[in-house]
């Protein structure tokens, strides 16, 4: 089976602008979820969607969304861009209903703000 | 909510020795616990996961020790390779199965040949 795959894997944006990153789970799993990687925070989780609808969100400001569609296939948005959200965006999809269960990650799309 | 604490942030190891990683949860009533790996420009990948209801779990050279009364577990990876080098990661879920997974702080081993 392919793994999860992200796009794009690197992106540059100006502080204010906005960003898409596009998720395409491993064949078969319905769980998608999203987190942030910086050095200083480590990995932590942004949202969850299972069916499209989303199930749990993490402690980020609003300026950060998701959805996903009827393909399983997610993307979330960055609205506002702000230098502290210069990160490595991973997603993981899961075989499980329940979040809290194994994750599969993708490599990630590396954003930098400036 | 459930907070993960890993020891150590870095380790140094001889290729042949074995390497230990410890992690504390505080959530008593988290069952879920699994491992990862993440290479330099990779995502994390599972390596190995346990269930509150297990004890021990061995894969090949690495195994995971799981104690619940003291809140604690640990991943232990016998005859070091130099391809074991990476950043480990130790997480746990929260009281049900529908709580995300919230991660230690990592750790950097180094096997040195």
């Known amino acids: 089976k392919a793994g999860v795959t992200q796009t794009p894997r690197y992106l540059i944006k100006t502080r204010g602008q906005q960003v898409t990153l596009s998720c395409s789970p491993i064949?078969?799993?319905?769980?998608v979820s999203w987190y942030q990687q910086t050095p200083g925070q480590g990995l932590q989780f942004l949202f969850e969607?299972?069916?499209?609808?989303?199930?749990n969100k993490g402690n980020f400001p609003g300026r950060f969304s998701g959805r996903q569609f009827s393909n399983s296939r997610s993307e979330m948005n960055v609205s506002t861009l702000e230098l502290g959200d210069s990160a490595l965006y991973l997603c993981?999809?899961?075989?499980?209903?329940?979040?809290?269960?194994?994750?599969?990650f993708g490599p990630g799309t590396r954003l930098t703000v400036t | 909510g459930e907070n993960v604490e890993q020891h150590p942030s870095t380790l140094s190891v001889q290729e042949g020795d074995s390497a230990v990683i410890k992690c504390t949860y505080s959530?008593?009533?988290?069952?879920?616990f699994p491992w990862y790996k993440q290479e330099l420009g990779k995502g994390p990948q599972l390596i190995i996961d346990?269930?509150?209801?297990?004890g021990e779990k061995k894969d090949q050279r690495i195994a995971v020790t799981l104690n619940k009364t003291a809140k604690h577990f640990s991943l232990h990876i016998t005859e070091t390779q130099p391809e074991d080098s990476a950043v480990y990661f130790c997480?746990?879920?929260?009281?049900?199965?529908?709580?995300?997974?919230?991660f230690g702080k990592g750790t950097r081993l180094s096997v040195i040949a």
């Open positions: 993981a999809s899961s075989p499980k209903r329940d979040v809290g269960y194994e994750q599969y």
């Open positions: 064949s078969g799993h319905r769980s």
């Open positions: 969607y299972f069916s499209e609808t989303q199930r």
């Open positions: 959530d008593s009533a988290s069952n879920y």
């Open positions: 346990i269930r509150s209801n297990v």
């Open positions: 997480a746990a879920s929260g009281r049900s199965g529908n709580t995300p997974l919230v």
